[in-house]
T-cell receptor, first 114, second 118 residues
């Protein structure tokens, strides 16, 4: 079982549409990070959220950390083909044996068609 | 800022051979992590170092796997007697956690080493 459940697993949309990706868990996280990964490359950090209820914006991307620090969402406004990629959420569990070890979701594969 | 680098980027080997991967973290980062990623999955934790000390190893890391970070800078991950199930992307990440703090650090990943075991 995955500690972090991401949904949807696949998302295929037209350019200009909005979308939301969800990352949920029953565990509490001290922080949660979102990454984007291209085929054959390592994950590239997009954002880190640490405070319950925190909202961060990165151009057309909006990230939210749940009040209880168990879930997070990524919203993309007016998606563009350049947003295509695998979006991964990853969290560091509160009280985990390895401080800083990240638990990853399986990812959401986003494809934006022109 | 040179980022995290990993070598080689690709490795093809025959079953039973030994392979070694190298990771050079962002300079001055005191923590270094190894993860493994298979197709359709997110990265899974293997082990991590704080400076030169290996502080934890996942149960995923069998006896055939060994990792070192001899001077607290670069790290190597060796797999002995490779098996086809070892085929995966091996990712290295580094972070800077100031000593004496409880805050969570942000991990920066390298481009990975793609291992294919025939």
């Amino acid at each position: 079982t995955q500690l972090l459940e991401q949904s949807p697993q696949f998302l295929s949309i037209q350019e200009g549409e909005n979308l939301t990706v969800y990352c949920n868990s029953s565990s509490v996280f001290s922080s949660l990070q979102w990454y984007r990964q291209e085929p054959g490359e390592g994950p590239v950090l997009l954002v880190t959220v640490v405070t319950g209820g925190e909202v961060k914006k990165l151009k057309r991307l909006t990230f939210q950390f749940g009040d209880a620090r168990k879930d997070s969402s990524l919203h993309i406004t007016a998606a563009q083909p350049g947003d295509t990629g695998l979006y991964l959420c990853a969290g560091a569990v509160v009280g985990g044996s390895t401080l800083g070890r990240l638990y990853f979701g399986r990812g959401t594969q986003l494809t934006v068609w022109p | 800022d040179t980022g995290v680098s990993q070598n080689p980027r690709h490795k093809i080997t025959k079953r039973g051979q030994n392979v070694t991967f190298r990771c050079d973290p962002i300079s001055e980062h005191n923590r270094l992590y190894w993860y493994r990623q298979t197709l359709g999955q997110g990265p899974e934790f293997l082990t991590y170092f704080q400076n030169e000390a290996q502080l934890e190893k996942s149960r995923l890391l069998s006896d055939r796997f060994s990792a070192e970070r001899p001077k607290g800078s670069f790290s190597t991950l060796e797999i002995q007697r490779t098996e086809q199930g070892d085929s995966a992307m091996y990712l290295c990440a580094s972070s800077l956690r100031p000593t004496g703090t409880a805050s969570t650090d942000t991990q920066y990943f390298g481009p990975g080493t793609r291992l294919t075991v025939l």
